[in-house]
């Protein structure tokens, strides 16, 4: 008998080691702690703000484009669409039903159309901002197609910016660190939108757009900046300079609610190498038209597109 209890004696102890012994599941980094809401306090909403952002439709605004491209001016189309929506913000998505931990952002999905010689050019930025104007962008991403291939990048917020990125160039491929938060120049257009008045100003560090970092191949990281906000005759101007990328920024809006943007300005160096030269970007308003446009997807529906200029 002794046999028999010395060995039912390991196995007990053989047992109950393991289940003390064995690791609890752990959150991984980029899902334990995607952002601190209540290090952040919420900043009230206007009535103006609820009544035109919470009515079930999006703002779709169209823009002449005059974009520059290899030292040449490209005719094309832009549209921003702005629209509120819940948000998660661990899985940093869009919510499909309620739930007490989604966060209220205004999303802004801007897009680009232009034609460089024989092949077309398409660009999508999408940035997910929080309406309570209390932190930085919870997301954002962009997507390039062109005949030569296509790219994709994405920065998400969490306990740093976490940025991943998909290329055809070999010197880029494929992507994947982390980066101290700064404020973000993807995120201003939906500032803009929410209370121009909280815009950074001054000297300050900022991570240009990632459309200018992914066509310019330059490193993704905060550069110096200097931010100016001007107003004059109910128009105000938000303008951003780079010294290091001899790129300046300025967007055009309207002073008063809804804070329209009416145009923007993007100077820097076209081309590359030595065939580099100075030129400029220009984006004037054509028209804005809100509706839910998801539900208009039928062929009857096309002549929307005109009324846009598209």
């Not at 980029?30 to 601190?36: D, E, L, Q, V």
């Not at 997507?143 to 306990?159: D, F, K």
């Not at 790129?247 to 820097?268: A, G, V």
Request: net charge neutral; hydrophobic share 35%; aromatic share 14%.
């Amino acid at each position: 008998m002794k046999p028999y209890f010395f060995l039912l004696s390991l196995f007990l102890v053989f047992a109950f080691s393991c289940k003390q012994e064995a690791p609890k599941p752990k959150e991984t980094e980029s899902t334990a702690k995607p952002i601190s809401k209540e290090k952040s306090p919420k900043k009230p909403l206007s009535e103006d703000f609820k009544a035109y952002w919470y009515a079930g439709e999006a703002e779709i605004t169209s823009y002449e484009l005059q974009q520059a491209r290899y030292g040449e001016i490209r005719d094309g189309k832009a549209v921003l669409i702005y629209v509120t929506e819940p948000f998660l913000p661990e899985k940093q998505v869009k919510a499909d039903k309620s739930n007490p931990e989604n966060i209220s952002v205004l999303k802004l999905n801007a897009t680009k159309k232009f034609v460089t010689g024989i092949y077309p050019y398409s660009i999508m930025a999408s940035t997910f901002y929080p309406v309570y104007d209390n932190q930085n962008a919870i997301k954002t991403s962009l997507s390039v197609q062109e005949w030569c291939g296509h790219v994709y990048s994405q920065l998400n917020n969490r306990e740093q910016f976490e940025f991943t990125s998909h290329s055809y160039f070999e010197g880029e491929a494929d992507q994947e660190f982390s980066l101290e938060k700064s404020n973000l120049e993807n995120e201003i257009w939906n500032k803009i939108r929410i209370n121009p008045t909280d815009l950074p100003l001054g000297e300050i560090e900022m991570i240009p757009s990632l459309e200018f970092l992914r066509l310019k191949h330059q490193e993704m990281k905060a550069y110096s900046a200097k931010a100016e906000l001007t107003t004059s005759n109910g128009i105000s101007t938000y303008s951003i300079s780079y010294p290091d990328l001899e790129r300046n920024l300025m967007i055009t809006f309207t002073s008063d609610f809804p804070f329209s943007i009416e145009s923007w300005t993007e100077e820097f160096n076209s081309g590359f190498g030595p065939n580099a030269k100075k030129m400029t970007t220009t984006a004037t308003k054509i028209k804005t038209y809100k509706s839910a446009y998801w539900g208009q997807n039928k062929n009857r529906d096309l002549g929307l597109r005109d009324s846009l200029g598209l």
